[in-house]
């Protein structure tokens, strides 16, 4: 699978930490140094047939239908794309007017994750959103009026400005619009954002944990009553709807990353980042030189990466190619670490998969670092 990250936006959310700039002055020259690096990294994935291409950002909407569909033709000269390949475009509601969605819709995009977070100008507010409660609603009915039936969208409970209530409201206009896949994610207060700053200066209250946790139940038991799936900490969708392109990152598979700051893995032990700078990597490309690093993982990155992966997910980890990869030493170590937890019931063991059982999936990241090799 492919991963190009778009590394621009509108304007600066007041809860993001990720790469990307809010300046469009050299889009021409990115998307000629993304295209170069498609070319250059054309023998790197072993299996040349793509079941996914993921756009993701950044904000890649930004971009006009003509300049993806460039993109998705350069990958096409390089790399063949299964019958059903998921092509999927990460997309914020005020870039999904009529215009754009229709002459999306004649492109190979069939899948749309759209950064809705909320149904409520309050919560958009603080999060300095480019979009408003009723772009966030258009742009959902919209996408599927142009035949976007495999849509996925992004909430964000836990905000200062929500309550459960509120929160309870936002999923009831979720089911209403029958989107069938969900991404959900609590607030966090990332170093260097503005929220940050907003916090320690007393202007916004602390996201406070024990409201993010009832809200977090309460949408995974309300979603599961309304047919979703809950497979993995964060994510929910109907039957028939799980993001192909996740489910492979957490199964593992290797993937190739194209774009400043885009992360590669060979789906063994190499794992490789590009420079999270569009002017050193545009640069770098426009002299047909790669502007990645790289490192290969240790026997303990390799194991703590497949514990913190696995135990998010409803397959959790396959305790025998975990036997099969690791050392002796890793094993016993493996094994003297989940005893006491399964004896108080946060580890269970099914069918030779090692599992958090859902109940305790809000504390995921804290278990599964319990178990780490350090
Ligand atoms: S649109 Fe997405 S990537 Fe851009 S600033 Fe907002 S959250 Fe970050």
Known sequence: MIYIHIPFCKQKCSYCNFHFSTS???KDEMISAMKTEIRLRKNELENKSLQSLYFGGGTPSILSADEITSMIDEVMKYFSFDRDIEVTLEANPDDL???????????????????????FNEDLKLMNRAHNASEAEGSIKRAQDFGFENLSIDLIYGSPTSNLEIWKENLNKTIALEVPHISSYALT?????ALESWIAKGKVASPL????????????????????????????????????????????????????????YNGFDVRSWNVANNQQYIKKLHTGILAKEEEILSQNDQFNEMIMIGLRTIWGVDIESLKSKFDVRTHEHFQHEIQSKIEEGILVIENNHLKIPEKHWFMADGIASDLFLV
Not at 102 to 119: A, C, D, E, M
Not at 189 to 193: G, L
Not at 224 to 235: C, P, R
Request: glycine share 6%; charged share 25%; hydrophobic share 30%.
């Open 209 to 264: 944990e024990e409201e993010q946790n009832k809200e977090f139940y309460y949408l995974s038991d309300f979603l599961k009553d309304n047919g979703f799936d809950h497979y993995e900490v964060s994510n929910f969708a109907k039957p028939g709807f799980y993001s192909r392109h996740n489910s492979a990152y957490w199964k593992y598979k290797e993937y190739l990353g194209i774009g400043p700051s885009a992360h590669s």
């Open 24 to 26: 469009l002055n050299f």
């Open 189 to 193: 207060v990332e170093p260097k954002t």
């Open 97 to 119: 007017d009529k215009n754009f969605l229709q002459q999306l819709s004649k492109s190979p995009v069939n899948r749309l994750s759209i950064g809705t977070q909320s149904f």
